[in-house]
C-alpha cells in the first residue's frame, strides 16, 4: 500500500455513523440494497461517460454486479464493474456528505433518537445517506476501488470502523469498478446467510436491470458457481401484459425508496413519430418538500436504455410535479444536457403526450371516488396551479378539480363541477362560488343566506390558491363562474320572484336613510344600497364585478405587494329589526355609532380582520353597558 493516510470523518458523518449504528433496530437488511443501487448506478454512469469515451470499457463490458458470502470469515462482498472512484472522490464520496438536504435530515434525526425513537429506515436511502447503511451490519468495511480508464496502480484502498475516521491508501486493483467488503457484526450474523441473502435481492432488487449474481455452493458437482439471482431486464421494455400488478408496485418501491404502494400508474409504449416507454406513477407518500415549487420532478430519463439523468423536470409541467416514474426515449441523443432539454422540440412534444396521459390516468381514476379523494387530498393544492399553468389543457383540468360546497355539510373536496351542473335550478345560468379563509367562515358566510333559501348551490373556495385559480377559470360547459361576495345585476333577472323585489315603497321610505349613512360614511364606503339578499343578517358589504375581491387582496398583502384599498358597497337588509330600529334614531351620536358598528360587523364577516379592532371592541362595550 502507497500513500497511506488516516482522515477524520466530516462531522456530519459522525453523527450519521453513530445515528446509523445505535438507532436503527428494525430493517437492517436495507444495506444490502443501498449498495445494490450503488453498484448499479456506478454502471450507469459508466455506460453514460463510455458514450463520448468508448475506451473506459477497458473492453469489458460484460456488466453485473457480484456478490459473496464467506461464513468462516463473516464476511459479505459486494462487487461492480461500474465507474470507480478515484482517490479524491473516496474522500469526498465516502467521508463528507454533499447534499445539503441531507445535513437537514440529519438534524431532524437527531431530534427522534433523543426521543428514542427508531429512525425511519426508508428516509435513508431517499437523502443519499446509502453507503453509510453499511455500518448498520458490519463493524468494519473495507472498500477497494479502481475508476475506469486509470491505470492498474492508482486503485484505492478505503478502511473504516464507522468511528471518527478511516484509512486510506493507494493500491493495484486490477479490475476496475468497486468492491466493498462487510465484516458482518456478531449481532447480524443473520446476514450471513445465503437464501437470506437472496431474498433480500428479491425483495428489494429485482428489478436492478443488471444481473445480481450471487456466489452459490454446489452440493453436487462440490463446487461454487455464480447464480443469478434476478431477471435483470428493465421491468419497463417488458409488454405490459406480462406485468403483475405487484410487480408494477415493486419496481415503484424500487424507483423511489418509498414503502407504500402507488395510488395508480400508467405503462405506454409509444410509437410512430416519436418512439418512447413512458411509465408514470402517482405516489401515495407525499414529499416533505413538494409544497415548494423548485421541487423537482422525479422522472428520470433514459435514452435507448441508458440512464441519462434524474429529475428531468422538463418533461412535465409544474403543476403534476407528483408524478414519479421514468421515460425512456429512442429519438433523443445520448448526449443530451440539461441546457439542451429546455430547447430541444422531441422534448416539447413528450411533454404535450405526457401530460396529456397523466390528465387520462386521472380522468380514469375519478371512476374510483374513493382512490379520487385520496388523490385529491395529498395533491389538489398543486393540481390547482394547473389552469393557470396549463391553458391548453385548461378543459380537462376543470373537470378534474373537486370543491366544497353548500351541498353536502363536509369540509372536504369531493364534489366536482359536472356533479354541480347536474344540480343546478331551473333558469340557473351561472356557477355560484364563494371564497374565504376557511370552511366555518365560508360556511357560515352571510353572503350564503339567500342562497340557501332559495336552494342554490355555491361552491367554497377556502384554499389560499383557490382565488387566483378561479381568476384563471373563466366557464365550464358554457357557464360563467361568479362569486357571491361581488355586485351581481344577473341574480336578480334570475330569481324573479315577487318576495325577491324590494317593494317602490320601502324603497321609498328608506331613500333618505341611505342618504343620511351616505353622507355620514363619506368616501369611507363606495355606495349604501337596500338588498334583498339577507335573512338573519342586518348588513353586509360587497364589491363591485371590477374591483378586486378581498381574498385576492388578502393573498397580494400575503405577498408583500401593495393593493389599493377595497371600496366596499354597504348593503343593508330593510326587513331586519335592527335597519328597523334604527331608522327611527333621531339622535346623531347614536346613530353614527350604530351604522359604525354594523359597518365594521360587516368587514368583519367579510375579511376577518378589522383596521382597528379596538375601537369595535370600544364601540360593543358601549353598548353592552346602556343595557
Ligand atoms: P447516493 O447513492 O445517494 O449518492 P451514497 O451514500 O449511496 O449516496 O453514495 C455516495 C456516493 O459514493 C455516490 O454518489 C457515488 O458517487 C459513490 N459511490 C458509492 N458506491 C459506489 C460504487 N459502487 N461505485 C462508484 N461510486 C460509488
Ligand atoms: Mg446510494
Known sequence: MKKKETLSFQSEVKQLLHLMI????????????????????????????????????????????????????????????????????????????????????????????NNKTEINSHLIGQFGVGFYSSFIVADKVIVKTRAAGNPIDQGVFWKSKGEGNYEIANINKELRGTEIILHIREKCKEFLDIWRIKTIISKYSEHISLPIEVKTYNEKEKKYFWEQVNKAQALWLRNKSNISEN?????????????????????????GKQEYISLLYIPSTIPWDIRNRDYKNGLKLYVQRVFIMEDAEQLLPKYL?????????????????????????IIHNMKITLTKKVLNMLMSLTKQPKKYNDFWKKY????????????????????????????????????????????????????????????????????????NKKGIEVLLLVDHIDEWMMSYINEFEGKTFQSISKQDDSLDEFIKNKDNIIEDKIKKEFQPFLKKIQDLLGNKIKKVKLTNKLIKTPAIVTTDSNEMSTQMAKLFAAAGQETPEIKYNFELNPNHIL??????????????????????????AEKGTLEDPNQFIHRINNFLSKI
Open 22 to 113: 445505535h438507532s436503527l433496530y428494525s430493517n437492517k437488511e436495507i444495506f444490502l440494497r443501498e449498495l445494490i443501487s450503488n453498484a448499479s448506478d456506478a454502471v450507469d454512469k459508466l455506460k453514460f461517460q463510455a458514450l463520448s469515451k468508448p475506451d473506459l470499457y477497458e473492453n469489458n463490458s460484460n456488466f453485473k454486479i457480484q456478490i459473496s458470502i464467506d461464513k468462516e470469515k463473516k464476511l459479505i462482498t459486494i462487487s461492480d464493474n461500474g465507474i470507480g472512484m478515484t482517490r479524491k472522490e473516496v474522500i469526498e464520496n465516502l467521508g463528507t456528505i454533499a447534499k445539503s438536504g441531507t445535513k437537514d435530515f440529519i438534524k431532524s434525526l437527531n431530534l427522534s433518537s
Open 247 to 271: 410487480e408494477y408496485k415493486e419496481f415503484y418501491k424500487q424507483l423511489t425508496y418509498d414503502q407504500t404502494d402507488p395510488i395508480i400508474w400508467s405503462h405506454n409504449h409509444v410509437e
Open 321 to 345: 410535479r407528483f408524478i414519479r416514474g421514468l421515460i425512456d426515449s429512442n429519438d433523443l441523443p445520448l448526449n443530451i444536457s440539461r441546457e439542451i432539454l429546455q430547447k430541444n422540440s
Open 380 to 451: 389538489g393544492l398543486i393540481f390547482k396551479e394547473g389552469p393557470a399553468e396549463d391553458i391548453k389543457n385548461k378543459n380537462l383540468i376543470i373537470k378534474l378539480l373537486r370543491f366544497t360546497s353548500t351541498f353536502n355539510n363536509d369540509a372536504e373536496q369531493n364534489i366536482s363541477l359536472n356533479e354541480y351542473v347536474k344540480r343546478m335550478i331551473k333558469g340557473q345560468k351561472k356557477i355560484y362560488f364563494l371564497t374565504s379563509d376557511n370552511y366555518l367562515s365560508a360556511k357560515n358566510s352571510p353572503h350564503l343566506e339567500f342562497f
Open 579 to 604: 335597519i328597523k330600529k334604527i331608522l327611527t334614531i333621531k339622535d346623531k351620536d347614536y346613530f353614527s355609532e350604530f351604522i359604525y358598528l354594523l359597518l365594521d360587523e360587516a368587514i368583519l
